[in-house]
Structure formats: C-alpha cells, structure tokens
C-alpha cells in the first residue's frame, strides 16, 4: 500500500483534487489553505440529501410516490407538475412551496403509508451518486460529524442507511402496526427554513466552536445559505451530466448569499473525500478514498 502526502500538488501549485472542481475564485485557495491546518475533528460535513446525494432524476418524493395509495398519488402528480412548471417560470412564492411540502407530507399521514413498503420502495428505488456510501463511510472513520439537512422524510432517508450523525427532517409518526399516524407540523423543515434548522441543531449539539470548518453540500441555492457566518467550504453537486455556464454563474454570483466557493465537474462525489481529508500535516492512504 504506498502512502502519499495530501497536500499533493500538481505543477502549477495546486492541490491535485481541484481538478475535479470549478473554483469561484482565488479567495477559495485562502480558505483551504487555512482549512488544510484545521484538525479533522473540527471538520463538519453537512449535506443536503435530494439531489445532492441522489443522481438528479430520484429524490425520495419520486421514491415514495409508488406507496401513495390512490386518489392520493394522483394529486401528488398533479400538484407536482403545476408547481414545478411554476417554479420553472419563476412564480412559485416561498409561501406555496412551504404549502405543497406540507401537503405532500399530509398525503402520506392520510394514506395511512406502510413503513415496510417506505423500506422497500426505497430499497429498489432510491439511486445515489457515485461516492456517497464511500463519502460516509471516511467521515464516520475519520470522526467526523454528518449532517443531512432536507425538506423531505427524516424516515425515508434513515432507511438508506448512510450513518449519519444526526437526520434534521421531517419526521413521521410510526404507529403500532407499522403505519404512519402523523407528523408534527411544528417542527416542519422546509427549502426556506433551512439556516434556521443548521442553527438551532448546533446549538443544541454544543454551539460548536470558534475553530471548526464546515463543509457544505448541496443543489440549490439555499443549501448553501446554512451558516452564513461559519467558517465553510460550500461546494455545488454537478448539474445533471454537466455544468452550463449559466449554472456556474448562479452559484458564484446567485441572488442569495453566501454564494458556492466550489461546484463538482462530475457527478462523483469522491473528490469531496479529498477535500475533507486535505492536511498539510498528515499522510493518508488513496484506498482510503475508494479510488
């Protein structure tokens, strides 16, 4: 097994893993820099999961659709292409997104969804990228801490059986039979929520400190909201099989803020286990990386 340093340039200076990213700017270079001094525990890695680490065509709404009985499936196709056919053109309001999440979530207290048929539609269904069990696998020897943070189902996402530290979701109710019973409307995270939900679960789990770096995943332009403060790298997943030029554009110059310091080149996300272990100080194994 031949050990390599991980602070490996290539010619020109640059940690090698660059290649496999878009970079916004110089000012990302100074922050890896700083970052590759930063002791592995003080390093988090949060995530978005939809999309972020499911390949661009599955989410788990498109995963749970087949386990909503009907009519209830059918108004969920429904509503879903009006909506999306509106945020496409710009006018689905913050008010009507968190209002669909919200009844997408009814539909399945309603239809009185099985958990054993969530298992097993996720089980055949639900396609990730390529990467991600590696990406959670390093984190978990490594220690460090693995958020998911998504507007979906807290129980769709624990069945996939990624070991994450804790899953900031919406939570059903799983009654004796095995059956959804209900959710808690008042804990509902949604796309506009988000930095709420980052805050208030690293304050319950210590506040965190001065030192620590994030590391942040996601596909849109809220998931890279989170931690606006915080000393974070915020990289974008590939869009699709490739980044248009007007994709690169809205992740380092998006209307919101923070923007993306990084957006991946491919859909692996084995690049971003590179980045994670990236130390001026420290060797590793490339076996480590699943490459």
Known sequence: MI??????????????????????????????E??????????????????TLTKHHSSVWRVLRHVLPE????????????????????????????????????RHVEGRVSLQKMSSAIKTGMKLRPGVKELFAYCARSDIERHILSASIGNAIE?????????????????EEGTVTGWDASRMVHTWNKPEWAEKARAEMGGGHYDDWMIILGDNLHDAAIFPHA??????????????????????????????????????????IE????????????SDAGS
Not at 73 to 100: C, F, V, Y
Not at 231 to 258: K, M, Q
Request: charged share 25%.
């Open 3 to 32: 050990k390599v340093h991980e602070a490996r340039s290539n010619s020109e200076g640059q940690p090698e893993f660059l290649r496999h990213f878009a970079v916004a700017n110089s000012e990302v270079r100074a922050k890896l």
């Open 34 to 51: 700083v970052y590759s001094t930063t002791p592995p525990h003080r390093r988090k890695f949060w995530t978005d999961f939809d999309h």
């Open 71 to 106: 009519p209830l499936g059918t108004e969920s196709d429904e509503e879903r292409k009006r909506n999306i056919a509106m945020e496409k053109a710009g006018q689905l309001t913050p008010a009507a997104s968190t209002a669909w999440t919200k009844r997408e979530i009814q």
């Open 159 to 175: 069945l996939v059986g990624l070991c994450a530290t804790e899953i900031h979701s919406n939570w059903l109710d799983i009654g």
């Open 231 to 272: 000393n974070a790298i915020r990289i974008r997943v590939c869009e699709g099989y490739h980044n248009t030029y007007a994709y690169l554009d809205e992740s380092f110059h998006g209307s919101l803020e923070p923007h993306y310091d990084m957006v991946l080149r491919h859909s692996s996300l084995l690049p971003v």
């Open 275 to 286: 980045l994670l272990r990236y130390s001026v100080t420290s060797e590793y194994t490339r």
